[in-house]
């Protein structure tokens, strides 16, 4: 079974048409700092993802410029490039993935083509670790040297949560500043 196969069937998306202020809200009440791009059709629930809308595009690609979120569209500013991840991949697998393309999310499809989820650089950190653990278990190793792989692993997943966890902070810092000078900006 593979780290993917929990993955939900719903997740949030917007189209191009929505403005940044509506994108900004839509993300910010759902506590996520990344939305999939889509165009479709609304009737037969069909939806092709054709970019990403991040924090990061919101914060270079509209406050730095000084563009009006109200005004400005999100099909001014996402990144149109997607990269896909299989349901079937190991979380080392889409780890790799991530780096490669230098992303911090992936959009996971299942064995039919269809987009069923969203995965970041925790989810796969979190991941490995899991697939590590099981791993070891399976090895039949004495105790002290299972005890020890573990300590590894788990240390090694520390660090990279510490430098992922301190990122976000960044970024949230940047987000409560651009906040902070648009309301001030409106009054």
Known sequence: ??????????????????TLEEAIHKMTKAGVGFLPVVKGNKDKKIFIPI??????????????????????????IFTPHIIFGSSTHKSWEIFDLLHHHNFNHV??????????????????NDGIFYQG???????????NLYAYSLHI???????????????????????????????????
């Open 51 to 76: 970019g990403l809308l991040t924090k990061r595009n919101i914060i270079e690609r509209c406050v730095v410029p000084g563009k009006d979120p109200k005004e400005a569209k999100v099909n001014e």
């Open 153 to 187: 692993i788990f240390n090694i997943r520390n660090e990279i949560m510490i430098k992922i966890k301190s990122w976000i902070k960044s970024l949230n810092i940047m987000a409560h500043n651009f906040a902070k000078n648009w309301l001030l900006d409106l009054n």
């Open 1 to 18: 079974m593979d780290f993917f196969n929990f993955r939900s069937s719903k997740f949030l998306s917007i189209t191009q048409d929505y």
């Open 107 to 124: 959009l996971i499809k299942n064995h039919h083509d269809k987009l069923i989820g969203i995965a970041s650089k925790i989810d796969t």
């Open 133 to 143: 653990k099981k791993i070891l278990a399976s090895q039949k190793l004495p105790v």
